[in-house]
C-alpha cells in the first residue's frame, strides 16, 4: 500500500518465496518493487527450494556471507523479476508453531473481558512470557483467504453450533528459527537462533475461544488460520530498529535476563478495508523476542529450522492490535467512513496489517479476506 | 515384556521404521520376533522411506491391500530380520500434535488437585473434547531417555527456577492420521482419515504446569519430550476391539454424534522400574476418538498426514492413569518392592506403558528412562 518502492531498498532486502507461472517455486529477495531470483543470481541451489528453510539452517555466517552478495548483486538488473508477475508463496515450512502473550496492555485488556471481577493479570503474568502451541499446518500466507470458521459457542448462555459471530484479529510480530538445538539443550543467543521477522495475523473466534478455553488454553478458536507476511525480514536488516525493552518488575529470574537490546521499534498498522483502525508500537511489549526463545527452550524442548514464535497481540499507548479490544468486546463498535461499523469482522471484509520501523525499514504487509462459513 | 513373540501375529502386524547397522531406515511390519523389511517383500518404494508417512497418505484401499499382501508374505520367512538386531526409528514424521482431555475421571481428578474448591469440571467439559496443541519437535520414539526438564515452580509461593520435583507420566492412545483435509474442510469419517493407534507417554512436569497454565493452557510443562510406541498398530487390526462408548449427557451436539462404535476395549497397563502400579482401562473414555477427529476439524482447520492426536490421560475405574492421580500429588505415595515408595519420578526412573485388547492383541508398549537435570 504505497510507497513500497521507496522502502524496499538495498538496506532491506527481505526472503520469499515466489514462482512464475509454469515453474517451481524458489526463493527470492525483494528489491524495489522486482524480486531477485536467488538460485539464478548467485548460482546456489540451496535458493532453488520451495522453501527457506534450508538456507536458514546455515546460519548466521552463511545469512551474512548471503546478504552481502545479495546487496551487490541487487542494484545490477540482472535476474529481476516485476512483483507483479510473480505468485508469493508461504516462505517457511512451518515446524512448531508457538504464540505468547506479550503485551502488559493486551493480556490486561483480555482479563478485564473475559473475566470480570477477577485481578485481570494472573499470578505467573510477569514472572514468565506466558506461551501455548498453536497449530502450525494452517499457518497461511498472506492473501490466502480466510473461511470464517464455525463451532460451539455460548447463545444465552448454551451452547450452540454455527459460525463465529466475534471473528477477529490478532496484530503480532512472528520470530522465525534457522538453527536448530537438540533436545536437553537450551538456545544459545537470540540472534544465533533466529533468522529473521514477519508480520503475524492470529486470526480468532472469540465466542468460540472464550467458551472452550478452560482449561488446556486456545484451540479452535485460533486453529483455523494464523496468516504470516510473505516476506521474511532478516534480523540484520533490523540493526537500526533495535531498543531496550520495557523495565521489568519483579526482576525476571536469571534465565530470562536480557543479555542485549532485542526490542524493536516499530509501529504496526492495521486496516480494515483499506481505512486504518489502530498502529500500535512494538517497542514497548513487555516480553521480548530474546526472553521468549530462552524461556521456549529452558525445559530442554528442542528447536527446528522453521520454527515460528509470535509476540502475541501488539496493544500499547492505548492503540490496540484486536477488535476485540478495540470495540470492548463488541460493545463500542468502530467507526468506518460511509456511516459504516464494526464490531468483529464481516464476510468480505479485508484486513491488512503492516509494519514500518522508526529508520522507515517496511516489513511488508499481512493480507486476508474473510469468506463466508459454509 | 513377555509373550511378544506369541502376541504379534498375522492378526496384528503393526508397521514401524527400523534400520540395520550403516543402512538408511525404512519401514517394516512386526511379525513374532522379526520384523518385516516391506520394501524387499513387496517391492514398494513407498517403503523404502524413513516415515510411514508416504504409505499412510495412500489411503484406505492401499493400506487394505498393502495389509493382505503382507498377510501372504509375513508367514513365509523371507525378508525377515529379528528384532534384537535392528534400531527402531520414529515412525512417523509428526505434523500438529493435538493432546484431548478425555477422560471423565482423569479431568475430575485434576480439576479437584489444581483447583480445590472449585467445581472440578469446567462447564464446557460435557459439551465438547477439550484439548490443546503440543509440541510436535519434542514426540519422541520410544527408549529415547527423557531428560528432567528445568523451569519456574512455586516454592513456598515464590517462583524459583530448578528441576522439576514434580516429574509425571501421563498413559495415552495415540491416533495418528494418514489421509489429510484441505483448509476449509470437515474431516470425513473416522476411519477414511485414521491410519492407526499409537501408546503416548505425554510427560508432565506437574510443578511447572501448575504454575504456567494460566490462562493460556499447558506449554514448557509438557514440551520438552512426549514418547509414542515404535509401533502403529493399524486400524484394521483393532475391529475386534471396537465397542460403542459410554452414554453422554447432555447429548453432544449433531457435529459430535458416534456414526460408528470408535471406543477401544483395551487396557493400559504402567509399570515404574517394572513394577506394575496401575492398569486402566480405554473402554469408558467419555469422548471417543472419532468425536476428538470431529471436533478437532469442525473449524475448517485442515488435517495433514502424520498428524497425531492423543486421548489425555486414560484414568477410569479407579485405574489411574498419572502419578499426580496414582498418589494424590504426592500426598499418598504409592509403594514398590524393597520398600521403595514413588510420589513423581526420580533420576533413573524406568516408565514403561504397553496395552492389550481384549482379544489379547499386544499394541507394544511407550518407555523411556529419567535422565537428572543439567
Known sequence: MGGAG????????????FSLPGQSPRVGVRIGDDVL?????????????????????????????????????????????PLDQVTLHLPIEVADYVDFYASLEHATNVGLMFRPGE????????????????????????????????????????????PSLKLDVEAEMGFVVGVPTALGERAGAFEDHVFGVTLVNDWSARDIQSWEYVPLGP?????????????????????????????????????????????????LAIEVDGEPVSAPPYREMYWTPDQMLAHLTVNGASLRTGDLFASGTVS???????????????AEPIKLSGGQTRTFLEDGDIVTISAVTRGGLSLGEVSGQILPAT
Open 37 to 81: 531470483d536467488l538460485a539464478a543470481a548467485l548460482g546456489d541451489e540451496v535458493f532453488a527450494m520451495p522453501y527457506l528453510n534450508p538456507f536458514m539452517a546455515l546460519g548466521r555466517t552463511a545469512w551474512r556471507e548471503a546478504r552481502e552478495r545479495v546487496k551487490e548483486a541487487a542494484p545490477t538488473g540482472g535476474h529481476r523479476v
Open 219 to 267: 484451540f479452535l478458536g485460533k486453529s483455523f488460520a494464523t496468516s504470516i507476511s510473505p516476506w521474511i525480514t532478516p534480523l540484520e536488516a533490523l540493526e537500526e530498529a533495535r531498543v531496550d525493552g520495557p523495565a521489568q518488575d519483579p526482576v525476571p529470574l536469571p534465565y530470562l535476563r536480557r543479555a542485549a537490546p532485542w526490542a524493536l521499534d516499530l509501529t
Open 119 to 162: 485481578e485481570p493479570l494472573k499470578p505467573n503474568w510477569r514472572h514468565l512470557p506466558v506461551g501455548y502451541h498453536g497449530r502450525a499446518g494452517t499457518v497461511v500466507v498472506s492473501g490466502t483467504p480466510v473461511r470464517r470458521p464455525c463451532g460451539q459457542r455460548l447463545v444465552n448462555g448454551r451452547p450452540e453450533f454455527g
Open 316 to 330: 500499547g499507548g492505548g492503540q490496540r492490535g484486536s477488535l476485540l479490544e478495540l470495540t470492548w468486546n463488541g
Open 6 to 17: 521507496v522502502t524496499f531498498g538495498v538496506e532491506n532486502l527481505p526472503y520469499g518465496v
